[in-house]
Structures are given as structure tokens and as C-alpha cells.
């Protein structure tokens, strides 16, 4: 079945730094890639997503390209900010798997941002 | 992008009790998902919430133990039965149109038994 795997965290990073947090998958079709944040006590946002190969989602400084030679979606920041402190989780939605399309989240990593 | 209400935001339940959740969008959607969100852990989906038709369950969710109704485009329940210790995870309701992405998210319920 299709799954996310995720860098493990946690990572700390000081304000200003450059962030890099990886992100591959394994899908049977063409599955759509997305970064969800969550901010201590609250639920989910959608950060970023891309529908296709070579396709870049940007938001808020946040950048993931599509990679479908190497299955990859990494994040990066240039210039990470103590608000950028959070969880965050690289999903996927395969809609050719049942025509369901629900997401399959990676593990989530933790960002923590020092000033 | 719908804006998604849950209620109750948190809760402390007793062993054995159940708690009915509440979803309610803004606008009419096709697709309404639950999902399971374990202590310092990722999400897993309970189950697709069909308008007017018994919800499609995940492996290892069965109805018995997360009813859940929907019954309108609007509006779905997830109900926690027969609650234990390990029921304790945020819940979350989140929705979609078909053939469209992203899902968007509500907040969760954030759930403690006792």
C-alpha cells in the first residue's frame, strides 16, 4: 500500500537557519504530495501541495518540489522564524487507490525554533 | 476554503462511558473523514463518512467502536464507545470534495480517559 516515510525529530534549529526536512513516498499511481503544520494546540493546516512531477508548492516561504525520479517532496526554508516552531507532516492522497482519496500522513517531525 | 467547527473541543471521560463528536462545515461537501490522532503520534483514518450510506472503515476501525453518522453534506458524528485509557487521542474531522484536493481540517477534540 501507499505510505510517507518522514525524517525523524525532533529538530532544533536558531532563527535564521535553513531548514530541510525529508520527505519520500511509495504509491502504486499518481498521487497528489502535501505538507500539513500543526502548531501546538491546534489541528491541522495545509502548508504546501503539489499534483504533479516537477510541480513546486510554496507558502509562507515554505518550498517542496515534486520529485518523481528520486519519490521525494522535501521541504526547506531559507530563514526559519521562532513562529515556524510546530509539527509537520508530509501526507499523500492516491486517488487511483479506491477512489477514497484519503491521506496517508508520514510520522510528523517537530520543529522547534530557538531566537 | 470550509471553515470546520468540532465539538467538543476536549474532554475527560470515564472508563466505559462513549462521547459523540461533532463536525459541522460551513458548505456542502462531498468527502468527510475522520481521523485518529494518538499522544505524539501521526494520523491515521478511522473512516469515510458517506452521506445517507453506513461509513467505509479502515483496517482495525470497526462500527461497533466508532459509529458514525452523517446526515446531511453538511454534518457528520464519530462516536468513541465503551471508552478505555487507549482511546485517548485528538480526533479529527476533516473534509473534501471529490476529485479536488487539499482536505482541510478542523481543530480536533482532544480526549483523555480516565
Known amino acids: 500500500g501507499d505510505s510517507v516515510t518522514q525524517m525523524e525529530g525532533p529538530v532544533t534549529l536558531s532563527e535564521e537557519a535553513f531548514l530541510t526536512i525529508n520527505c519520500t513516498y511509495t504509491?502504486?499511481?499518481?498521487?497528489?504530495l502535501f505538507w500539513y503544520v500543526q502548531y501546538p494546540g491546534e489541528g491541522l493546516q495545509l502548508l504546501l501541495k503539489a499534483t504533479k512531477a516537477d510541480d513546486k508548492g510554496s507558502n509562507k516561504g515554505f518550498e517542496a518540489t515534486y520529485r518523481k525520479e528520486t519519490t521525494s517532496f522535501h521541504l526547506e526554508k531559507g530563514s526559519v522564524q521562532v513562529s515556524d516552531s510546530a509539527v509537520y507532516f508530509c501526507a499523500l492522497s492516491d486517488s487511483l487507490q479506491g477512489g477514497s482519496e484519503k491521506l496517508v500522513f508520514g510520522k510528523g517531525t517537530k520543529l522547534t525554533v530557538n531566537p | 476554503s470550509a471553515v470546520i467547527s468540532q465539538k467538543p473541543s476536549r474532554d475527560i471521560c470515564q472508563r466505559g462511558t462513549s462521547l459523540t463528536i461533532q463536525c459541522q462545515v460551513d458548505s456542502q461537501v462531498t468527502m468527510m473523514f475522520w481521523y485518529r490522532q494518538q499522544p505524539g503520534q501521526s494520523l491515521t483514518l478511522i473512516a469515510t463518512a458517506n452521506q445517507g450510506s453506513e461509513a467505509t472503515y479502515e483496517s482495525g476501525f470497526v462500527i461497533d467502536k466508532f459509529p458514525i453518522s452523517r446526515p446531511n453534506l453538511t454534518f457528520s458524528t464519530l462516536t468513541v464507545s465503551n471508552m478505555s485509557p487507549e482511546d485517548s487521542s485528538i480526533y479529527l474531522c476533516?473534509?473534501?470534495?471529490?476529485?479536488?484536493?487539499?482536505?482541510?481540517f478542523g481543530d480536533g477534540t482532544r480526549l483523555s480517559i480516565l
Open positions: 504509491a502504486t499511481g499518481y498521487p497528489s
Open positions: 476533516s473534509v473534501g470534495d471529490r476529485g479536488q484536493q487539499p482536505q482541510h
